[in-house]
């Protein structure tokens, strides 16, 4: 069972474009939204994270919009680079440290 | 400061084999969790380890199972494997348990033949 879903899966943009990662969730409970970049033979790396509390958090060129009444959250790059081809992943968490990802978006950033 | 280090970093089994995978968390951080990353079906947890405590649990048979010793360091084994079992296996480390940053290590790729 999904709990978070996560799209696109895949998304190719120009250096400098915005790329947008959209999420949903529908359990009430979570209250805790992390980013996560992963390149390929590395583990997942912290972006930035957010609580429903907040509707925006900025950190660097990496920004999260949280819309709790509509139960999605987005990922956005700011003048997206090379550097920033990976997938990244949304995820939730209710308690403790059980994180729920989302599918993973595959971005690829053309120079 | 030294990350999350994850042993070994690959591995090959034959089914049916049991395999135990092992994580060193940041120094500090008493929480550690486990994961499990498929093409198919992504990340998904497997367990999660609070001052040598089962806190929570993800949706995986028996063969699936983990400890933590007193120093935070964690292992998890896996018995009779399968050959859905090939996946990377990652581990992830948080200061204090709760919604705090979890920091993955680069994980353990098993290879199950």
């Known amino acids: 069972q999904q709990q978070v879903k996560q799209s696109p899966q895949s998304l190719i943009v120009q250096k400098g474009g915005i790329p947008i990662i959209n999420c949903a969730y529908e359990?009430?409970?979570?209250?805790?939204f992390p980013w996560y970049q992963q390149f390929p033979g590395k583990g997942p790396a912290l972006l930035i994270a957010?609580?429903?509390?907040?509707s925006e958090k900025k950190e660097g060129r990496f920004t999260i919009s949280f819309n709790k009444s509509a139960k999605q959250f987005s990922l956005h790059i700011m003048d997206s680079q090379p550097g920033d081809s990976a997938t990244y992943f949304c995820?939730?968490?209710?308690?403790?440290?059980?994180?729920?990802f989302g599918a993973g978006t595959i971005l690829r950033v053309k120079s | 400061k030294a990350g999350v280090t994850q042993t070994p970093r690959y591995l090959i089994k034959t089914r049916g084999q049991q395999v135990t995978l092992s994580c060193s968390p940041i120094?500090?951080?008493?929480?550690v969790s486990w994961y499990q990353q498929t093409p198919g079906q992504g990340l998904q947890f497997l367990f999660e380890?609070?001052?040598?405590?089962?806190?929570n649990k993800g949706n995986f048979p028996g063969r699936f199972s983990g400890r933590q010793f007193s120093n935070s360091r964690s292992e998890m084994n896996v018995s009779t494997l399968e050959l859905g079992d090939s996946a990377l296996y990652l581990c992830a480390s948080s200061p204090i348990g709760g919604d705090t940053e979890a920091f993955f290590g680069q994980g353990t790729r098993l290879t199950v033949v």
């Open positions: 957010i609580r429903p509390d907040v």
């Open positions: 995820a939730a968490t209710e308690y403790g440290n059980k994180l729920v």
């Open positions: 120094s500090g951080h008493r929480s």
């Open positions: 380890y609070f001052s040598e405590t089962q806190r």
């Open positions: 359990n009430t409970a979570f209250d805790y």
